[in-house]
């Protein structure tokens, strides 16, 4: 039962050489924090600014993951409009023709031209974003400078 008092004793002493080694880095760091706050402005303080710094790194890496979610969602959202679109654009055009109508052409339809400009915009941004060029017309070139981009910024 000695041997087992003295294990506790150790222990306890450790654990209360912690405990006071604890108690002084606290009573370190508010004076340090006082002092820092006497010396400096509120917004100067060195104490402040590096847990600022820490908290706007974790909120960047955070903030990143976010936006490759966000461009890959929209590019999705690209791929599945202009699918929809020319798909009934085309399904349109061929009941015109069937029928006997006139059909619009391309440089006749406005909103069509605005949704490709849109797409050729979103194009544009994405090739300046990595250097590459690219087929503008092709959506799978699109999907495969964005996947790259996403990638090498990792």
């Not at 194009?123 to 690219?134: A, L, N, W």
Request: net charge negative.
């Amino acid at each position: 039962m000695a041997h087992r008092d003295e294990h506790h004793e150790a222990t306890d002493g450790l654990e209360n050489l912690l405990k006071k080694a604890n108690h002084d880095l606290t009573l370190i760091q508010l004076k340090l924090d006082k002092e820092f706050q006497q010396t400096y402005p509120e917004n100067a303080n060195p104490m402040k600014i590096v847990s600022r710094i820490k908290k706007l790194q974790e909120d960047l890496f955070t903030l990143k993951d976010q936006c490759r979610e966000l461009l890959s969602a929209k590019q999705d959202l690209i791929d599945k409009a202009r699918t929809v679109i020319v798909g009934n654009r085309n399904s349109i055009q061929r009941m015109q023709k069937s029928m006997g109508l006139t059909q619009v052409d391309d440089s006749g339809d406005s909103a069509f031209e605005n949704f490709n400009q849109i797409i050729d915009e979103w194009t544009v941004q994405v090739r300046s974003r990595t250097g590459d060029e690219i087929n503008a017309s092709d959506p799978e070139d699109v999907n495969k400078l964005l996947f790259s981009a996403i990638v090498e910024s990792n």
